[in-house]
Structure formats: structure tokens, C-alpha cells
């Protein structure tokens, strides 16, 4: 069955809501209270079952994500000529800077303050704050093209399950 790198993400999404549902399950019918003299309710948990069923699902999570794994080596990100792993590790560097530049960006070019000694102290930034949010802007345009083009990969790229 061939899926699409998309729908992969969502599968793993998918398979492990339902090995959490599992744990949870079995969480709650691992034990068995009652009081002396009192017959101990069945339980219909199964140990050993419970086992077999999550490591099936943690089977299936590890063979679909080897398979993004591979994936993320050798597709190429249209626009950016690099694959689809080099684009999540640029993203998440764009981020950082577009983050810093937030911060930049925000600083005024020069403020001045009265110090506990009543001194008046100024501050100057050693660079145009202006040209930190223009270059915000255009990071974060930066940012969305090449969000935009990875989400197409993962779209138009797929996987033999």
C-alpha cells in the first residue's frame, strides 16, 4: 500500500493515540480491589495480550517512521535544493533567528533611564532596530515558503507500507 509521506505522520499519530488508550486502559485494570470476604470482581485484563498489542503497535510506529527516515534522506524540497530532513533542520534554524529578531526588532535605537543615584544612563543599540524588523519580515515570508514546500514534499512524496 503506498501512502504519502503526510499521511504517515498521521498514522504514527494515529497508532500511537491508540497504544496510549491501551496504557491507559491498562492502567485502570491491572488491579483489583475488594474487601475481605467479598468475591473479587473478573477483570478482563490480560497481561501477556496487552504486551503482544502494544508491541505490534511499537512495531508498526518504527517500520513507518525508518521508512519517513528514508525518505527525508533523498526527497528534495522544490525551491530549496535540499531534502526534506536538511529542510526540518533549516526550518528550525530560521526559527531561531526569526525568534532572536523578535527580540532585536523590539529594542529602541536609543532610551535613556534614571538610575537609583538619580544619573541619568543611556542606551544606545549599536545597530538599526528598523532593519531588524525588516529583515523579521522578511525571514518570516522566508519561513512560510519553505513550510509551504515541505508540506508539498510530504504531499507528493510516498511510501510503500
Known amino acids: 500500500m503506498k501512502i504519502c509521506n503526510s499521511e504517515a505522520m498521521k498514522l504514527i499519530k494515529e497508532l500511537e493515540i491508540q497504544k496510549r488508550s491501551l496504557l491507559y486502559t491498562e492502567s485502570s485494570r491491572c488491579t483489583v480491589s475488594y474487601k475481605e470476604d467479598e468475591k473479587k470482581s473478573p477483570s478482563h485484563y490480560d497481561y501477556f495480550?496487552?504486551?503482544?498489542?502494544?508491541?505490534?503497535?511499537?512495531?508498526?510506529?518504527?517500520?513507518?517512521?525508518?521508512?519517513?527516515?528514508?525518505?527525508?534522506?533523498?526527497?528534495?524540497?522544490?525551491?530549496?535544493?535540499?531534502?526534506?530532513?536538511?529542510?526540518?533542520?533549516?526550518?528550525?534554524?530560521?526559527?531561531?533567528?526569526?525568534?532572536?529578531?523578535?527580540?532585536?526588532?523590539?529594542?529602541?535605537?536609543?532610551?535613556?533611564?534614571?538610575?537609583?543615584?538619580?544619573?541619568?544612563?543611556?542606551?544606545?543599540?549599536?545597530?538599526?532596530?528598523?532593519?531588524?524588523?525588516?529583515?523579521?519580515?522578511?525571514?518570516?515570508?522566508k519561513i512560510c515558503k519553505l513550510q509551504v514546500a515541505i508540506d508539498r514534499a510530504n504531499l507528493n512524496s510516498f511510501i510503500e507500507l
Open 49 to 141: 495480550e496487552t504486551r503482544k498489542k502494544i508491541a505490534e503497535l511499537n512495531g508498526q510506529v518504527r517500520k513507518i517512521k525508518n521508512l519517513l527516515a528514508k525518505a527525508n534522506c533523498t526527497v528534495l524540497v522544490d525551491d530549496f535544493d535540499m531534502t526534506i530532513g536538511e529542510a526540518l533542520v533549516y526550518l528550525a534554524q530560521l526559527n531561531g533567528e526569526y525568534d532572536r529578531l523578535c527580540t532585536l526588532s523590539e529594542n529602541e535605537k536609543l532610551s535613556r533611564r534614571i538610575t537609583v543615584n538619580g544619573v541619568l544612563e543611556y542606551t544606545e543599540t549599536l545597530y538599526d532596530p528598523e532593519q531588524a524588523e525588516a529583515d523579521k519580515v522578511a525571514l518570516h515570508q
